[in-house]
């Protein structure tokens, strides 16, 4: 391939992943969390690019509450424990909440709704479902990697006169392994980040805290959406 054919295809990968409503998102996320960071909660430019990118990124999702509400009631994988199904379940009830909520939020702040106390209570509100799904994706992510470190231990006896990273059903387990271990690692920023924006440890979870775990959590967020690999071919 010619350099311009490799350069047009690297904007053709760049081209898809930015027309994803869910990577400009996070994006957004990224330098909203990023700015507040560099104001540490202090008026100035910082704090304003923080406050406006919040509130431009409500309208990224407008009725995305519907995607949690689909999965809530959609059916699981057969052979999920049942603790797991539960924890699944209440991650998808409290995420939906949260990002309907976040739509009254959204009318208060653009003016809409006029209720302005009110307002400040359903985000508060919407706040400790969003931290609540986040201790459940957390709980999730830790039994699911307990199942699947069973599964690969007894795969490496199966295969211990071989060289397990020649199979591919080993290796499509520690790939889902890692996966799951960076969604928890995720999870576990975005409750310190819930925790520090309901201001429930306002000492310890400071501003600058609060958007250092949330720029990390946004950059995790944008490498999870990026597509994946093809697969090489073998002969």
């Known amino acids: 391939m010619s350099t311009l054919d490799v350069t047009r295809a690297e904007l053709a990968v760049l081209v898809f992943y930015l027309n994803k409503a869910e990577a400009r998102d996070k994006i957004c996320r990224a330098i909203q969390y990023g700015s507040k960071f560099l104001s540490n909660g202090e008026p100035g430019t910082a704090q304003n690019v923080d406050k406006s990118t919040s509130l431009a990124r409500k309208v990224f999702r407008l009725f995305k509450f519907v995607n949690d509400l689909h999965a809530l009631i959609s059916p699981t994988p057969q052979g999920t424990p049942l ?12 995420l939906s909440t949260f990002l309907f909520l976040d739509q009254i939020v959204w009318l208060g702040r653009t003016g809409i709704y006029k209720n302005k106390e009110r307002t400040e209570l359903i985000g508060r509100i919407s706040l400790l479902c969003w931290m609540g799904s986040s201790v459940c994706t957390s709980l999730v992510e830790l039994a699911e990697l307990g199942r699947l470190s069973r599964s690969m231990k007894k ?3 199966e295969l211990k006169n071989t060289d397990k990273y020649q199979n591919e059903e080993y290796n499509d387990k520690l790939k889902k392994s890692n996966e799951r271990t960076l969604a928890l690692v995720k999870a576990g920023m975005d409750i310190v980040v819930a ?3 309901l201001q429930l440890a306002p000492k ?13 959590s946004s950059l995790i ?15």
């Open 83 to 94: 603790p797991i199904i539960l924890l699944g379940k209440s991650k998808n009830a409290l």
């Open 155 to 157: 795969l490496e006896k």
């Open 195 to 197: 925790v520090g924006l």
């Open 204 to 216: 310890k979870v400071t501003p600058r805290i609060t958007g250092g775990f949330g720029f990390v």
């Open 221 to 235: 967020s944008c490498y999870q959406l990026l597509p994946s690999p093809p697969k090489s071919k073998t002969n």
